[in-house]
């Protein structure tokens, strides 16, 4: 490869670049507005901050201890910022979408939980109110209320007034109820057993109010599995993964498209006319195109570090291996859309839409993890999941070399996979 | 200096170029004319090794021009039909990057563009973007870029289209001085006037085929004189030759 023309090649191309404005700030600046845009929704920053609680109103028809104590402990949940409202406006509060969920304590449900609890039979029904667009909040609401609604109905049965009467109901229907003779004994004598605890209750003051409950038979202990131990989770490094990424793969397709236009002007003759050859002419359009989009990547990145505190947690060689198998996963990619590209204007709409969906499914936008099971799996024939998980790896996850290894390898399977496409199809006769 | 043989080439259906032959001498201009759609600029594209021919050869000095990089290419300049420029790089930054397509560097790609840029007129310009140029100066840096080089030949495919006379006349004043240094040029336009003043023998080529191959006074002898025993103009051979209808 002749070295002079392959270097003028290069230094063209960065030339036009610069000399662009409009593109240069696409290419630098947009990436870290939005990255940092994401970054500040998905994680927070260096320091630990409280995640968004989920609103919800409560309406208690029954005002009776249980429904008293379920209200009570969900508002001091952290997980929730509640508020009381009558039944009409939760409806309002939540089809306005100010509300997540909407909670419907209906008359009666005290009694009804405390006489399921022991004897079975009808069970009270507890309404949730939903906002649709919020599917996975309404899980974690009914998650949570199941405790607090269990922990306040067992502490009213077994220490409550409500408790007493509970038992007593039971005792005298216990003769009327089809229980076999030997197990209606046996029930009887729990029973009475409860109602001497419930007198030894009333001779201790202060009892009855710690009386026992169900209560959750564990508890947890949480520990981000980040880099290393008191690093924390930092996501913007994802974020900025993720939107490199993306604006990386869209300055490699402007790029290509230059190439279009250089045919379109009549520049491909120009160079076609020279005596040099097709590797050259690709060759250094392959490499201008990787300078650039690394350059993307990397000042994206030198960006998220001074301001975001990101750090390479990993393998710094790797890292930069990952960028640049990136970088010319793009750089091909670029002269894959010169090669297949009929005209600037056709290939643009089909360019973004191309690039879109990869880094969709690559989860520069969203994690991959909430997609369904077949479709993370589809995505790892996505060259930008690789990268997204190949920089993740060695920033956040803090993971070794060894980390690098398959995604670098991967891009660059990619990078030679495109690149033998587009050097088959690229059109080198000029007319 | 440089002679096609026997070059065809087709375009699915349609053969553009049917066992065209020419030869250009040294230090003379060859005027190729030819109605829209003749086959020309196809015929010009296989001299300057842009396509592949069918059949038949390009021979430059004797030996075939076949390759890539084939060194003969070096004694070739083009001078495209389309403003072949980066509007956003400056003049000199433009022939910087064409000459360094022919492996030019350092101070010699300096002395040529220098050389180069002054010829066209436009050294005081050398620093300022292309796109800030007029169409004539564009076309003259055009030529320029062809030049770079030092090509022993030189394809012109309608270097004037859109000039106004001024710039046309500094390009048919450059030509003329590449001639007497010795250059080899093709030259094809529209314009029979610029054939008539310029060219020392023209090749008329209607639908791919070389039908005339003469100097401009053994093409006028083709034609009857005119009333009053004037010569015919060219226009008035080429339209004897080609033919009235309209070639859209």
Redesign the interface.
């Known amino acids: 490869m002749a070295i002079t023309p392959f270097a003028a090649m290069i230094r063209k191309d960065l030339q036009l670049f610069f000399s662009d404005r409009r593109a240069v700030v696409l290419t630098f600046a947009v990436p870290i507005a939005i990255a940092s845009f994401f970054g500040s929704i998905f994680s927070g920053a260096r320091t630990s901050r409280e995640a968004a609680k989920i609103p919800i109103v409560l309406v208690d028809h029954d005002e009776s201890a249980v429904s008293r104590g379920i209200v009570a402990a969900t508002a001091a949940d952290k997980t929730f910022t509640t508020r009381p409202a009558s039944e009409d406006e939760a409806r309002d509060l939540v089809r306005r979408g100010t509300a997540t969920v909407g909670v419907v304590i209906p008359k009666g449900f005290g009694d009804a939980a405390g006489r399921a609890f022991f004897a079975g039979g009808a069970k009270p029904e507890l309404q949730l109110l939903y906002d649709p667009s919020h599917g996975m909040e309404l899980s974690m609401v009914r998650g949570i209320l199941t405790q607090h609604v269990m922990e306040s109905v067992s502490r009213e049965v077994f220490g409550g007034p409500g408790g007493r009467k509970f038992v007593d109901e039971a005792l005298a229907s216990l003769d009327r109820s089809g229980t076999p003779p030997e197990l209606r004994q046996r029930l009887r004598d729990m029973l009475t057993a409860v109602q001497g605890f419930y007198s030894e209750q009333d001779k201790t003051p202060g009892a009855a109010a710690r009386g026992p409950a169900i209560t959750m038979p564990y508890s947890v202990r949480e520990e981000a599995m980040t880099a290393r131990t008191n690093v924390q989770y930092n996501g913007y490094a994802h974020s900025f993964a993720g939107m490199g990424i993306q604006f990386l793969l869209f300055a490699a397709a402007n790029l290509g498209m230059e190439v279009l236009l250089e045919r379109q002007r009549g520049l491909w003759k120009r160079l076609r006319s020279a005596p040099v050859s097709k590797l050259t002419l690709l060759g250094g359009k392959t490499a201008s195109i990787a300078i650039v989009a690394l350059m993307t990547l990397l000042v994206s990145f030198a960006f998220a570090m001074v301001v975001f505190g990101v750090r390479i947690q990993g393998s710094a060689i790797g890292f930069l291996a990952v960028s640049l198998s990136c970088a010319l996963m793009a750089a091909t990619f670029g002269l894959l859309i010169a090669a297949l590209g009929r005209t600037p204007a056709a290939t643009r709409g089909v360019t973004t839409f191309a690039i879109l969906i990869m880094v969709m499914l690559g989860g520069a936008w969203v994690p991959t993890f909430i997609f369904p099971a077949w479709l993370q799996q589809l995505t790892l024939i996505v060259p930008a999941r690789w990268a997204v998980d190949g920089l993740d790896a060695m920033t956040w996850r803090g993971i070794g070399l060894s980390g690098a290894v398959a995604p670098t390898l991967v891009l660059l399977g990619f990078a030679a996979l495109f690149g033998a496409i587009a050097a088959v199809r690229f059109r080198w006769e000029e007319a | 200096m440089l002679e096609v043989r026997h070059l065809r080439k087709a ?1 699915g259906s349609l053969v ?1 170029v049917d066992d065209v032959s020419f030869a250009l001498e040294r230090g003379r201009l060859l005027g190729l004319l030819g109605p829209n759609g003749a086959g020309k ?2 015929t010009v ?1 296989m001299m ?5 021919p069918d059949r038949g050869d390009v021979l430059v000095a004797g030996q075939p021009l076949a390759g ?4 003969l ?2 004694s ?1 300049g ?1 001078v ?7 509007d ?2 400056s003049a000199r ?1 433009n022939l ?3 000459g ?6 350092g101070a010699v790609l300096d002395t040529r563009i220098a050389s180069a840029l002054e010829l066209v007129e436009l050294a005081d310009r050398a620093r300022d973007r292309v796109k800030t140029f007029s169409g004539g100066m564009k076309r003259r840096l055009n030529l320029a ?1 062809g030049l770079l080089h030092d090509p022993d030949i030189l394809l012109l495919d309608e270097p004037t289209v859109g000039v106004d006379p001024q710039s046309r006349n500094a390009i048919f004043e450059n030509l003329e001085q590449l001639k007497r240094r010795g250059k080899t040029l093709l030259y094809t336009t529209h314009y029979m006037e610029e054939v008539e003043r310029l060219a020392d023998r023209i090749v008329v080529i209607d639908r791919g085929k070389v039908i005339a191959d003469d100097t401009l006074d053994g093409l006028q002898a083709r034609v009857p004189a005119a009333v009053g025993g004037g010569r015919v103009t060219l226009e008035t051979v080429f339209l004897t030759l080609t033919g009235r209808s309209l070639r859209d």
Do not use: C, H, M, V
């Open positions: 375009f553009a600029t196809t594209s300057a090794g842009l396509l592949t890539d990089t084939n060194p290419k070096r070739i083009l495209p039909q389309d403003l072949a420029l980066y956003e790089l930054d910087r990057f064409f360094a397509l022919y492996d030019l560097s870029a």
